[in-house]
């Protein structure tokens, strides 16, 4: 610019200069150097980035912000020789700070020359831009490692080739310099080209809109090529797109292996087991691949193992049901003559409650039969007793007759003797001879009177001592009746006990044989559901049968093996085998599934 800014008075001049360089040190890293590359100084910037201060740096060679094997090389000479000469030198440079930390930097080299045109000093000029340099070569890093992974094409707004790798050419057969300068439509299907879509693709695009999908591309030699891909709009300093960088992988064999996989799946849904997928699948879906064919043998050994199980099924089900209509048979043949024993058992136990209650009567009789025996007993008992004090009285009564016929027998002897006497007195004793036959008639009288009273209480004697021997006999055989009597009481006794048991017993029979009945009639109902169950699980087996039928166990003759890359069995060659003329170009499809 001829520094036409800077004419004036050389006062003025170096004012200007002196508030330019203060300027300058605010923004920028400065540091002075000898010729020899020995420093003079450094400002605050320059220090700050490099992690020094002025006293560690001031005096020290250039070499200490480099490595030891650039500093021992030719190439740093060189860079010393030419700044020496004059020359000038601008360039990103990798410098080392304080404790050998990495610092990259943007800056100039520049030699002040004297006015005998030699150089008496370098000043230079820097920028820090470490983390910048990172940041770009952590950019570049990303990009070559996509690059080697992937397929990268470049494109301008309208869809000229710019560039692309290698991987991009490989997958679709051609070399850069048949695509480079031509329009993605050599791509694209022809009869894509001319659909509104593709237009609005590209408008999009240049809009700034971003697209991922999976596209349908064609190759050099025709052949269908499926990619996963998306193309990015890239900006500008102002934000306004400059160009297109898409990124794709080819996944034409994935895509041959979901048809594949897609047929056998269809083959699958109709019930044929025989669509084994042959050949190899790429990447992971390889396990899909044996995991599906894994599957079909477990299904067709599932099915074959179903259709024999469904059979035995069936005939087990059979017998069961004619053994469970049998079963229902003698259950309700069961259930009839359980209820006829419950009906007779009821009667039963009523009968048998009558002849307790009866019994019972008769336990209260025989108590009261008993009684009456041990009373009647104590009366008989009284009455031998009663009969012996009137044996005893007797035979006092016979001790007194004998003693008053005593006394008439003395007394007729004492009359006899007074009739002698008076006999002896002669006229005298004439009356008192007649009182004498008047006391012995009545001696004999009374002996004779006392002999008949003798004589009956005798018999009456006899009477009472057979009269005791009956009575004391009636109350032997009264006490052996009370003993029996009492037995009987006792026999009754238990009898009633005993009848009162079975009575408790053959309720509880009853209540028994009530409950046999009813869980006999709820089996009979079970039997009759478990009749309706197996009927109906007959006819699901039958169910089975039919449904198992519908499997194809075996390979068929409709199926065709083959193994580029991955066959069904039972369909043609999956791979996308279609071609497209390559003189003309293709587009996307209306419904965008083909980007």
């Not at 109906?536 to 083959?562: I, P, W």
Request: charged share 20%; net charge negative; aromatic share 8%.
């Amino acid at each position: 610019m001829g520094f036409q800014f800077f004419q004036g008075s050389k006062a003025a001049l170096h004012q200007v200069n002196a508030d330019t360089l203060t300027a300058l040190d605010r923004s920028l890293a400065f540091i002075e150097f000898q010729p020899d590359g020995t420093i003079i100084s450094a400002n605050e910037n320059f220090l700050a980035v490099m992690g020094y201060s002025l006293e560690e740096v001031a005096g020290r060679h250039h070499r200490m912000f480099v490595d030891q094997t650039y500093a021992d090389s030719a190439e740093y000479q060189a860079f010393w020789s030419k700044l020496i000469a004059g020359g000038f030198q601008q360039a990103r440079f990798r410098r080392l700070g304080k404790n050998g930390k990495e610092v990259w930097i943007e800056a100039s080299y520049n030699p002040l020359v004297g006015a005998d045109g030699k150089v008496y000093r370098i000043v230079k000029v820097a920028s820090d831009v470490t983390q910048r340099h990172h940041d770009s070569a952590d950019a570049r890093g990303q990009i070559a490692a996509i690059s080697r992974s992937q397929a990268v094409i470049e494109f301008s707004l309208d869809g000229t080739i710019l560039t692309a790798n290698e991987n991009f050419c490989q997958a679709l057969g051609y070399r850069l310099d048949e695509i480079k300068g031509q329009h993605h439509r050599i791509f694209v299907r022809p009869q894509d080209v001319a659909s509104p879509a593709y237009a609005e693709f590209w408008q999009r695009l240049n809009s700034g809109q971003y697209w991922s999908d999976e596209y349908l591309r064609i190759s050099k030699t025709g052949e269908e090529v499926w990619i996963q891909a998306s193309y990015n709009p890239i900006f500008d300093g102002n934000g306004r797109p400059y160009k297109i960088v898409k990124y794709a992988t080819d996944i034409t064999a994935r895509k041959a292996a979901v048809q594949a996989l897609s047929a056998a799946l269809g083959l699958l849904a109709e019930g044929n087991l025989g669509c084994r997928i042959d050949g190899t699948f790429p990447g992971e879906l390889e396990q899909v691949r044996a995991a599906f064919n894994e599957t079909i043998d477990r299904f067709t050994t599932i099915v074959r193992e179903l259709r024999q199980t469904s059979g035995a099924l069936r005939a087990a089900t059979g017998e069961i049901l004619a053994g469970a209509n049998d079963l229902a048979e003698r259950t309700t043949r069961q259930a009839a003559a359980i209820e006829e024993t419950s009906a007779a058992v009821e009667q039963l136990s009523q009968t048998v409650a009558a002849n307790a209650k009866r019994a019972d009567s008769a336990r209260t009789n025989a108590r009261s039969v008993s009684d009456g025996a041990e009373q009647a007993g104590a009366v008989m008992g009284e009455a031998n007793t009663a009969m012996e004090a009137v044996t005893a009285q007797a035979a006092k009564i016979s001790n007194i007759i004998g003693l008053i016929d005593d006394i008439a027998f003395q007394t007729n002897l004492l009359a006899l003797n007074a009739s002698v006497e008076a006999a002896r007195a002669g006229d005298a004793g004439k009356g008192f001879a007649v009182v004498a036959v008047e006391v012995r008639r009545l001696a004999q009288s009374a002996a004779s009177a006392s002999s008949d009273v003798k004589g009956l209480i005798e018999k009456s004697a006899e009477a009472v001592t057979q009269g005791s021997r009956l009575v004391a006999s009636a109350t032997e055989r009264l006490n052996s009746m009370v003993t029996r009597v009492q037995e009987n009481a006792q026999l009754m006794e238990e009898i009633a006990q005993a009848n009162s048991e079975q009575a408790s017993a053959i309720a509880e029979v009853n209540t028994a044989v009530r409950q046999m009945d009813e869980m006999t009639q709820h089996n009979a109902a079970l039997v009759e559901e478990t009749n309706a169950a197996i009927e109906q699980t007959e006819g699901q087996a039958s169910r089975v049968d039919s449904l198992v039928e519908v499997f194809v166990l075996e390979k068929t003759n409709a199926f065709v093996e083959r193994s580029s890359p991955a066959t069904v069995q039972g369909l043609p060659n999956t791979r996308f085998a279609k071609t497209y003329p390559t003189s003309g170009s293709n587009a996307l499809s209306a419904d965008w599934d083909e980007f």
